[in-house]
């Protein structure tokens, strides 16, 4: 059967050209056209089982690829499961194009035709979301609705776009020829030099400099501006929970990311000239906005919208690694006098003492384990479970763009399918999900997906009957917990019913237990039952006296 050139050509033809490799998704009947152009391309297919599960994947990809994701789904139902996705990749600017179809283009314009998955207006319900929503209505308008999506989601602040395209639009032959052309070029953002300079020399002046890094630093590739920043101004550096590996754990200048602990936000709030690159100083890395500075507050952001949203700051609208470059440039380097050190080494030692006086043996061990079992580049992918809220303060990310969690949003469900993305985008090295048995159950389908591609993922899941940290959250606030406990499946049991080796654990043995699944082709399931205790929150302590 010869094969008429379709709009479902255009697109993938579009892709390709763009620079895309894979694709993420799942069909449904208005998407059809897209699904089936995939075979006569040169794109990857990452199929999953759920939409929502396709579009964390996606993120995961775009993660650890550092490139655009695209995602395919079809009409309505199957466009909406993906929400709570792309709510994580904006929170985490994180690039992933979305390609959508719609409803015939006779039954666009919000009159009722009743079309199957109708909706009156589908884009309503994701422009609050995406950073940009495109649409091509004609065969020859979908090349360039997806370079400028392209383009859109590559320009800082990395973000999710959006495209649709009606179903017959997608299956009518078309006359457009090949496309081989299609370029998109990110915009830079630069930042303005007058602004750099009054920013080093409130640095240059500052008695007790200190920086807080954020992801756009590992976003922008700037971990080495930032390292060479900190050592000229001899300025300690704590990095928040989006911004793990950005700068050595174990320097002497770092301060690690005990940001949920006041004794950080105490160092953080003395500074008398803080420099805060590519974070907005959002509810966690201002310690639940208990964070209060009192001197001089200098912000990079590239997200207009974070720039000064939760303090007022000396702030520079710019993208973090050539702001971080122009600042290396501008400041003059200090001779080292131990002072900045001292400081560092001190505070960690506060904090160590804090917990040290917790009870804590068990989690701690527990990360320890995981830390040690998994390789350093190996990329590690957090639920929202309490191991998890641990890395968040206390995993040692080796490398930067290691260590991804879903604390942007906030979701459930996030780690398996974005470690199956990750194992797509680094086919040669293990990657690792964490999960607990509440979230667990949102990605048990994609079991299959892992076993039918073969990937080298490794799911972790803690099994403490229910969703944890909920517990330990309504036990603390109200005395006692409701609707925190699950029934829940043998979890062993049931990834061998998918032909997925899996095994039980222990504290004891887990480090042992998860090197060899690491070190296993193909996916592997860990199951260790253990119940975790969060340390003890100091957000709701009262504020020390200025």
């Known amino acids: 059967m010869n094969h008429v050139r379709n709009g479902g050509d255009l697109v993938v033809e579009s892709l390709t050209a763009l620079g895309a490799a894979c694709v993420f998704g799942l069909p449904g ?27 964390f994947a996606a993120d995961g990809y775009a993660r650890t690829a550092g490139t655009v994701a695209p995602l395919f789904l079809s ?27 719609q409803i015939p283009s006779a039954g666009l314009g919000g009159g009722r035709h009743g079309y199957l998955h109708e909706l009156v207006d589908q884009q309503a319900s994701f422009r609050d979301i995406v950073k940009t929503v495109h649409t091509a209505r004609t065969a020859s308008q979908i090349p360039s609705a997806l370079a400028a999506a392209w383009e859109s989601a590559l ?57 807080l890094a954020g992801g756009g630093v590992i976003r922008s590739g700037a971990t080495g501006e930032l390292l060479h920043l900190a050592e000229l101004l001899r300025a300690p550096v704590a990095t928040t929970f989006g911004a793990k590996g950005a700068f050595p754990w174990e320097h002497p200048l770092s301060l690690q990311s005990w940001l949920e602990d006041r004794h950080t936000t105490d160092l953080l709030e003395e500074a008398d000239v803080l420099l805060v ?6 509810e966690l890395s201002s310690n639940y906005h208990t964070f209060a500075p009192r001197g001089r507050l200098i912000q990079i952001e590239a997200d207009l919208g974070k720039l000064e949203s939760n303090h007022p700051a000396f702030g520079i609208h710019a993208d973090a690694g ?22 560092a080494a001190g505070l960690l030692e506060r904090v160590a003492a804090r917990l040290d006086a917790q009870g804590l043996e068990l989690e701690r061990g527990l990360l320890a384990s995981l830390r040690r079992a998994l390789p350093d580049d190996a990329p590690v992918f957090f639920d929202m479970t309490i191991l998890g809220y641990w890395a968040w303060s206390a995993f040692d990310a080796r490398t ?52 039918q591609l073969g990937l080298n993922v490794t799911w972790l899941i803690v099994d403490d009957g229910g969703y944890g940290i909920l517990r330990d959250y309504m036990t603390h606030t109200f005395g006692e917990a409701t609707a925190t406990e ?21 504290p004891e043995d887990l480090e042992r237990d998860l090197a060899a699944a690491l070190a296993a082709p193909g996916p592997n399931v860990l199951v260790l039952p253990a119940l975790l205790r969060m340390f003890a929150p100091t957000h709701t302590e009262p504020a020390p006296a200025p």
Request: hydrophobic share 45%; glycine share 10%; charged share 15%.
């Open 29 to 55: 009947q208005h998407a059809l056209g897209l699904f089936d152009a995939l075979r006569r391309s040169r794109l990857r297919y990452v199929g999953l089982r759920v939409e929502n599960n396709a579009g």
């Open 75 to 101: 009409t309505g139902p199957g466009a909406l499961t993906s929400l709570a996705a792309l709510q994580e990749a904006a929170a985490a600017s994180v690039p992933v194009l979305a390609v959508s179809s």
């Open 400 to 451: 930067p763009n290691a260590m991804h969690s879903a604390q942007g949003a906030g979701g459930l469900g996030y780690g398996f399918p974005a470690a199956i993305g990750a194992a797509a985008a680094c086919p040669d090295r293990p990657v690792l999900a964490v999960s607990g048995d509440g979230g667990a159950m949102y990605s048990t389908a994609e079991l299959a997906t892992a076993r």
């Open 277 to 282: 690159v590519g974070s907005g100083l959002g």
């Open 155 to 211: 320009t800082v602040p990395y973000g999710p776009v959006w495209v649709e395209i009606p179903q017959d639009v997608l299956l009518a032959p078309t006359t457009v020829p090949p496309v081989t052309g299609l370029h998109a070029e990110p915009r830079p953002l630069p930042p303005r030099p007058e602004l750099i300079a009054e920013a080093a020399l409130l640095l240059a002046e500052a008695e007790r400099p200190v920086i």
């Open 322 to 343: 050539p702001a971080l470059a122009a600042l290396v440039d501008s400041v003059p380097a200090r001779e080292p006098d131990g002072r900045a050190e001292k400081t």
């Open 486 to 506: 699950l029934a829940r499946p043998d979890f062993v049991r049931l990834a061998e019913s998918f032909a997925v080796p899996a095994a039980l654990t222990t």
